[in-house]
């Protein structure tokens, strides 16, 4: 008899996870993703700001599962899917489907600001990663031979924009490589002169966090020397200056736009209803209304839960990956789950070395500790052994010298 397929589009978070539920099950698994490997997206700032090696946060996909004998995996673009006939149209032909998960995850939301989204730089692929980090070092080179000091010092100057777990990172993680690091390399540019603006559109920084944490998180970052603006947004750039709503102007050559993501494009194709940021609606089984047999998890799906739209976090896309692979099993036992629950085990970021937010189980943690649990919760949520360990052995090597290893301007010259 013929098995039936599963297919699951999208191999983040949560796609992983549906596949590790349904692996060893009399189930045909189909894992569809646009790359060959799992990328570890809350460390992609540390490629950024040449922390860690491009390889340290991505896994092989057919490495991960080659010990599961259900599954298989096909490289190719998933271009549209066919709800009532139950195909998918991909970069390398149809393929049907008796049980279909989505978990393509997002795209950056830019909010209608075209001249932002031309100029800025994003961070939600490996290769934005690397851009990025080349963008920091080239700017730094060329100021090295700029002869005009104003020019010289927007070169240094880099505008990050959200104070969520991203731009609160991102921020901390790029004034240390610059002070510790930077100005080791770069002697001859007083560096001094470098400067680092977060820029947030509300009154407070990590504002999914209790409100005494995003106050230690300003402190913290203005005590680093950071620029945070509160209460502030961007309107317009154009690759050498950054404009304010208030009409204030920020020369700097460097743009990073962690203000907010929205449903990946595919949710746009989809014949169905759509929400806020293109994310889809789903029952409380995370399935269609009018297929149940369609599974949407993590950001692409609008679940309200306690009266609030579940975040757009690796927490969510995991746990909802699970369970949409439980739910395929017990369709097929013939037995039903009862509706998705999500656990909020809290939330926590990085601020700079030693030094960390964390907020779960009522309770709150600061500096070294949550930096610690920050540490060690990301070395267990890495996948592979061999990753671990090279980003282990990394942080180790920068908490006692200060060095960043990944110094390295490579691919074509990408600088804007």
Not at 298 to 317: F, T
Not at 362 to 369: D, I
Request: glycine share 8%; charged share 20%.
């Amino acid at each position: 008899m013929t098995r039936k397929r599963v297919v699951i589009v999208g191999m983040g978070f949560g796609g992983v996870r549906a596949a590790r539920t349904l692996a060893g099950s009399n189930l045909d698994v189909l894992l569809i993703d646009r790359n060959n490997y799992h990328l570890f997206q809350p460390l992609l700032y540390q490629v950024a700001s040449a922390g860690l090696e491009q390889e340290s946060i991505a896994y092989s996909i057919r490495a991960m599962t080659r010990t599961w004998p259900n599954i298989r995996f096909q490289l190719s673009e998933v271009n549209g899917i066919d709800l009532d006939q139950r195909q998918i149209q991909t970069s390398a032909g149809e393929v049907s489907y008796d049980y279909l998960v989505l978990g393509a995850g997002s795209a950056t939301n830019f909010f209608g600001l075209a001249t932002v989204q031309q100029h800025a730089f994003d961070l939600k692929a490996l290769a934005d990663a690397e851009v990025l980090r080349n963008q920091i070092l080239y700017c730094f080179e060329q100021a090295v031979t700029e002869p005009d000091p104003a020019r010289k010092r927007s070169l240094m100057t880099f505008v990050v924009v959200g104070g969520g777990p991203t731009g609160v990172e991102f921020a901390g993680a790029l004034i240390e490589l610059v002070n510790y690091v930077l100005a080791k390399d770069y002697p001859e540019l007083g560096t001094h002169l470098a400067r680092v603006v977060l820029v947030e559109a509300t009154d407070r920084l990590l504002a999914s966090m209790p409100e005494k944490l995003g106050m230690y998180t300003l402190q913290k970052l203005r005590s680093m020397s950071v620029e945070v603006l509160l209460n502030a947004q961007v309107t317009d750039a154009d690759g050498e200056r950054v404009v304010l709503h208030d009409g204030a102007v920020i020369p700097a050559h460097t743009l990073v736009w962690a203000a907010g993501v929205k449903a990946a494009p595919l949710a746009a194709t989809l014949q169905t209803a759509h929400a806020g940021g293109g994310r889809i609606p789903v029952q409380p089984d995370l399935s269609l209304p009018e297929h149940p047999e369609v599974f949407v998890i993590g950001d692409m799906a609008w679940l309200e839960q306690d009266s609030k739209v579940l975040p757009m976090i690796a927490p969510v896309a995991m746990q909802m990956g699970i369970y949409a692979g439980r739910a395929i099993l017990a369709r097929e036992a013939g037995t039903t789950l009862p509706p998705f629950s999500y656990r909020d085990k809290g939330s926590m970021a990085t601020i700079g070395r030693n030094t960390a937010v964390a907020a779960a189980f009522g309770m709150s943690l600061k500096g070294y500790p949550a930096w610690l649990a920050w540490l060690l919760l990301h070395i267990y949520y890495l996948i592979g052994f061999r990753n671990r360990i090279v980003v282990l052995l990394n942080w180790v090597w920068y908490y006692w010298y200060h060095e960043r290893q990944v110094r390295l301007i490579t691919g074509p010259r990408s600088f804007r």
